[in-house]
């Protein structure tokens, strides 16, 4: 974003924090209320729930959360932007019946998975096109991008699988550092998140989202390329989620039509539980990455503590509704306080 | 959608009626619908005439009706409650644990409890909705997780089998009277009743203000938060009924009964041309779209496209219907200013 010569304005409401003393603004957040979220249930899940304390259950909750994790980041810039991309996980399903069906052909492994790479690039102008060019509601698109990706994921294989891949890959997918118990593959998805989030909140690119998101037009008129950055933060769901795919089908070791199918609601509850606006213009990397890893270490310690693991449902539920409406009710709560003190004068 | 207002009406009523019937979104629909019966049925042609082709056609999509029918009610209020799968599977449960855990309790009593039952979930969608302030989108997606993972506690692995539920209950899942199937009859009744009112009683048409425009309802002086409230209850209501037909119909439910239904119900609404950012369409409509989505699903395989694309044609089926609704807007829009820059000269 060259042509940017104006830094878009801040929201009025970041501005009015800059009345108070840094540790407030740092320490009283959304973000650093999930961040201390995880930990806290990471400490009492360790001491209260068995085994939960290993680096064997570190291990696989991280695996486990990885594809989540990925997507989150541009999914991210897609909720920030006020636009939503509900087809993420067919675009995952779609990358990885292909990494099956080529490497079945007989295609190097290296290349099919470049190619799934620019297929979920594909996959994501086609949702950037219909929503920028178009000018159609993302919402409405990618519930028909959804069924679309996800149909031809299915059509392709049908209900058979695919297994077998190169061992060398597969064991990549799952190995761990040594004894620390965490995955190799947190390099990839530690990589991403460090550019994800320098692009989101240090690039006049990023900025601009957060612009657009807050305003369209007054991001038109500070020389944002409103369609630009949309189309490029849809292009950037579908590749990460051409990975996660490909990530998908090597850590299980199968590549089936119907894989990840609803995972798309699972990242944009843990997207909005990490303190981004659904309204767009608001939102941090770090709450987001804390708020898959809340929803990941909940998933992993009722699951080790026996609760059956689709229970885990009812805690994302209301916590998703709890962190949406927190905001209101803070707001009522300090509506209540400043009254009570001018009385007392 | 209105653009007859823009058109001055023919001089007798019969043209009117006609010229409305040609120009209206809903003829789209139903014309796609006939042509894809009608292919099918020259291809084979036990489709559309043999006992079972007939009913079947009439009964698959009957529970999708009643469930999209909500949903239209709902979106049509820049609403979208992504929790009637939940829903029904709840009620569907419920419906059945009543039959085992109350031995000889009339039907209708069941009946009424989970109507009241789907009633009381609409109602907190409701309630989360209009007084959180928060995006319908959020709420519901928070409360799909956790009707679903109550759902999921409740179950554990437990099913209701159609041994458990009395064979009246069950026979009216699949009886015909006059060859239409009884569930059809419901689906019909509801839909035309709905359909009255929001065309002609003034809460209807308030609820179409309120999408049109929140803001300007609200200055008008319209109870916005009332109507919402009964837009979510009423899209409980048909989900709960949907859920205890379900059970009828199929005659088992578990804890994963009704999941995906709610991406079904919106794809059947889009595609029968309620806009996704309210204001305008009609039941009607989102019912024919519910019909032609099973029934394409139905016709696939007898036009010998393996059924595994379905979900790619329905896809492209809610894309197309997107951009469709687009390029009637544009020309609507075009109109309207000529015909303004022509009274103005």
New interface residues.
């Given amino acids: 974003m060259t042509s940017l010569d104006v830094p878009p304005p801040p929201a009025a409401s970041a501005l009015s924090n800059y009345g108070r003393p840094l540790w407030r603004r740092w320490l009283l957040t959304r973000e650093s209320a999930v961040i201390v979220a995880v930990v806290l249930v990471w400490v009492v899940a360790s001491s209260v729930v068995p085994y939960f304390g290993t680096t064997t259950t570190l291990g696989f909750l991280l695996l486990d959360a990885t594809p989540i994790l990925m997507i989150a980041l541009p999914m991210t810039f897609v909720i920030i932007t006020g636009e939503?991309d509900l087809s993420v996980a067919s675009t995952l399903g779609l990358s990885s019946v292909l990494l099956g069906v080529l490497t079945k052909a007989g295609t190097p492994i290296a290349l099919a998975m470049i190619i799934c790479l620019v297929v979920g690039l594909l996959v994501g102008a086609v949702n950037g096109f219909?929503v920028t060019i178009?000018?159609?509601?993302s919402?409405?698109?990618t519930?028909?991008?959804?069924?679309?990706?996800?149909?031809?994921a299915?059509?392709l294989?049908?209900?058979t699988a695919i297994t077998t891949f190169p061992a060398f890959w597969q064991n990549l997918a799952q190995a761990r550092f040594g004894l620390s118990g965490i995955p190799v593959v947190m390099v990839l998805v530690v990589v991403l998140a460090v550019i994800f989030a320098v692009v989101l909140h240090f690039t006049p690119f990023g900025r601009g989202l957060f612009a657009l998101g807050l305003s369209r037009d007054t991001a038109e008129f500070s020389g944002v390329k409103v369609n630009r950055a949309k189309f490029i933060a849809f292009l950037l769901t579908g590749i990460i989620s051409a990975l996660a795919g490909i990530y998908w089908t090597l850590r299980y070791g199968s590549s089936r039509?119907d894989n990840a199918t609803?995972l798309e609601?699972s990242v944009?509850?843990a997207v909005?539980l990490g303190g981004v606006s659904?309204?767009g213009g608001k939102g941090a990397l770090h709450g987001v990455i804390a708020g898959v890893l809340l929803i990941g270490v909940l998933q992993s310690a009722l699951r080790l503590a026996n609760v059956?693991s689709?229970?885990?449902?009812?805690?994302?539920?209301?916590?998703?509704?709890m962190s949406?409406?927190s905001p209101?009710l803070l707001a009522w709560a300090r509506r209540l306080s400043p009254s009570r003190t001018r009385q007392r004068k | 959608m209105s653009p007859i207002g823009t058109v001055r009406p023919p001089a007798n009523a019969v043209a009117r009626l006609t010229g409305h019937f040609f120009r209206s979104r809903e003829t789209g629909i139903l014309a796609a619908l006939v042509i894809v019966i009608a292919v099918t049925t020259i291809v084979n042609p036990t489709f559309l005439f043999s006992p079972d082709g007939f009913r079947d056609l009439l009964l698959t999509p009957s529970i999708l009706i009643l469930i999209a029918v909500g949903q239209a009610v709902v979106i049509i209020t820049r609403s979208v409650d992504l929790s009637v799968g939940s829903v029904v599977g709840l009620t569907a449960y419920l419906a059945g644990r009543l039959f085992i855990d109350v031995p000889g309790i009339p039907i209708i009593a069941v009946f009424l409890v989970a109507i009241a039952a789907g009633a009381v979930l609409g109602l907190i969608n409701g309630l989360l909705v209009a007084f959180g302030k928060v995006p319908a989108l959020v709420i519901t997606l928070g409360t799909m997780y956790a009707y679903r993972g109550v759902n999921v506690l409740w179950t554990g692995s437990n099913r209701v089998n159609s041994s458990d539920m009395p064979k009246v209950f069950l026979d009216l899942g699949t009886q015909t009277v006059l060859f239409i199937p009884s569930l059809t009859i419901i689906a019909l009744v509801v839909v035309l009743a709905t359909g009255w009112y929001l065309r002609n009683k003034r809460g209807g048409r308030e609820l179409y203000a309120i999408g049109s425009d929140p803001d300007a309802a609200e200055l008008y002086g319209l109870n916005v938060t009332r109507r919402v409230l009964v837009a979510f209850v009423l899209s409980g209501v048909l989900a709960g009924l949907a859920g205890i037909l379900f059970a009828a119909r199929y005659g088992t439910t578990n804890s994963q009964t009704g999941t995906g239904l709610e991406l079904q119900a919106v794809g059947a609404a889009v595609i029968g041309g309620v806009a996704i950012f309210g204001g305008s369409g009609t039941v009607y409509g989102a019912a024919i779209g519910a019909v032609l989505l099973l029934t394409i699903n139905r016709a696939l395989p007898i036009l010998g496209i393996q059924d595994f694309w379905q979900q790619a044609v329905v896809g492209a089926l809610i894309i197309g219907a997107i951009v469709l609704d687009r390029l009637l807007a544009l020309r609507l829009s075009r109109k309207l200013t000529s015909e303004h820059q022509v009274s103005h000269d």
């Fill in positions: 939503i219909l178009a000018g159609l509601p919402l409405a698109v519930i028909g991008t959804l069924a679309l990706f996800r149909g031809v299915v059509g294989l049908g209900t039509g609803g609601l944009i509850a909005l659904i309204f059956s689709d229970a885990i449902n009812i805690v994302i539920g209301a916590l998703l509704i949406v409406l209101r």
